[in-house]
């Protein structure tokens, strides 16, 4: 940011929550044109949330209207890019979500699309019941397997035995825009009891480029509550993991846990007081995971 240039507007939402005191808080500024990395990093770190998403024009190959929060109407393209308090991240579907209900409650609901650092995002966005609803569609998942030593690394950190693991889902690294680590757990009561070496996994988490670890424990055939540990972003944990729950989709779905026509509810944030709730949706054919949820200001 140049030295005379106006502070652009910061905007607070929270995501996958109609109530300001849930879900996960992401700041957003719909024109960051000016803006520099380190001014994108200094904002992110004030406002302390987990990520803040900053919009500009969309690449010149993208096309559609846009740029700056300026745009209108169907297709509506932006560069989108999102900042933890510590460094830039590849993809944020909380910060996603939050921006496109900012973006609607400007210039109505439709169709925006996303060109992030990881791919393009489109993101649909309607109105329900007085509700706005941000459905984004993830880039093309894949998933991986750990090395045993990373696993046990891994919980070691966690101080989670690994007979507290559920062994009906195999530890992963699931990628739908950011990788993750997908840990189950064999009960509730484990995913609750969450108090980790928070350096030791930080450099786990650096080492293997993870975005966040994905703590999971399964309630019913299509009902999940999750936990995200977030040490590399400067956050102990993320409240409602817009990213995570895309990778955890294809994880599953690769995995033949669920259908491939599922819809998944995964609640997240309980355990912090910031109840959410993320909708996952998978479909026949369609390799891409569809990840939805409401989103409101914070004043």
Known sequence: MTTNAPRPEILRYTAFSSSPEGGNPAGVVLDATGLDDAAMLAIAAELGYSESAFLTAPPADLGGEGGGGNGAGAGRAYTIRYFSPKAEVPFCGHATIATAVAL??????????????????????????????????????????????????????LDWPAADLDPAFPPRIAFAGARHLVLAAATRARLADL????????ELMHRLDLTT?????????????????????????????GAAAAAFGAYARELGLVPEDAVLTLHQGEDLGRPGELTVTLRAGDPRVHVGGTGTRIV
Not at 122 to 134: I, K, N
Not at 195 to 202: G, I, K, P, T, V
């Open 104 to 157: 609607a409650e400007r210039t109505g609901p439709g169709e925006l699309v996303f060109a992030t650092p990881a791919g393009i995002v489109p993101v649909a966005v309607t109105e329900e019941g007085g509700a706005v609803l941000a459905t984004l569609t993830s880039v093309e998942p894949h998933t991986e397997e750990i090395a045993g030593t990373d696993l046990a690394e891994a919980l070691a950190a």
């Open 195 to 202: 108090a980790y070496d928070f350096a030791r996994l930080e």
């Open 213 to 241: 670890v994905q703590l999971v424990w399964r309630e019913s055939a299509t009902v999940f509550h999750v936990r995200d540990p977030f040490p590399v972003g400067g956050v102990v944990e993320d409240p409602a993991t």
